[in-house]
């Protein structure tokens, strides 16, 4: 198993400010996927983040707007930018199960993190 | 389009029934499909996968059928208990082995005592 902290666990931030969310995993890995989850939406991928490469963005997401960070084999941080209240949203963190590593995408998640944009 | 479909509206049961949540997909050949338990402000939690060659996948109260056919898959939980009262998300994998699943948008299951 994986144990994935995120912090924060949740914000309140004013239009316009921008907010970095972390994501600690206890053990090695090589990708590390951002998902949203807006109220009564399903999980939608970000983007998959690789060490030492950039990441790797979804249909409709940017990178001006959503900056991701990849030093290592166990950290990753999303950026969001320059927010507005559509942003409002559970941001989460997530990892590939280690025994199913290029099988069948069984994911671990953070806890999340929830963003409310005034 | 492509979708898959959860029913949006919550799943109301008695304890110690059975729980049956369904999982539609459209125009998707996936070579696996999952489910997850979100638990209000928690992440989501993996719980069975089921490939495509498999029609059946048990896991203590859990049962998961697939039907590749009926472009579906039934999720039951059997002596259903108040703790298993959350959200159920089926994931599947929308682009022929990615290792990156699809989610829908669950399914609300209410375990009455």
């Known amino acids: 198993s994986a144990v994935i902290s995120q912090k924060p666990s949740r914000d309140i931030c004013q239009r316009g400010t921008s907010l970095t969310i972390q994501c600690q995993v206890d053990?090695?890995?090589?990708?590390m996927f951002w998902y949203r989850q807006q109220p009564g939406q399903s999980l939608t991928l970000i983007a998959t983040a690789n060490q030492g490469s950039e990441a790797t963005y979804e249909s409709g997401f940017v990178i001006d707007k959503f900056p991701i960070s990849r030093p290592n084999l166990t950290f990753s941080t999303l950026t969001v930018s320059n927010m507005s209240p559509e942003d409002s949203s559970i941001y989460l963190c997530?990892?590939?199960?280690?025994?199913?590593?290029?099988?069948?995408?069984?994911?671990?998640f953070g806890e999340g993190s929830r963003l409310t944009v005034l | 389009s492509q979708k898959i479909e959860q029913n949006s509206e919550a799943l109301n049961i008695q304890e110690g029934k059975t729980a049956t949540l369904t999982c539609n997909y459209t125009n998707y050949s996936p070579a696996y499909l999952q489910w997850y338990r979100q638990d209000p402000g928690r992440g989501p939690v993996f719980l069975l996968l089921?490939?495509?060659?498999?029609k059946e996948k048990r896991k203590e109260r859990l049962k998961v059928t697939f039907d590749t056919t009926l472009k579906q898959s039934l999720f039951h939980i059997t002596a259903s208990q108040p703790a298993d009262s959350a959200t159920y998300l089926c994931a599947l994998d929308t682009s022929g082995g990615s290792y990156i699943p699809t989610f829908g948008r669950g399914t609300s299951l209410i375990v009455h005592p």
């Open positions: 053990s090695q890995v090589t990708m």
């Open positions: 997530s990892v590939e199960h280690p025994r199913t590593r290029g099988g069948t995408g069984e994911l671990f």
């Open positions: 089921i490939r495509e060659n498999e």
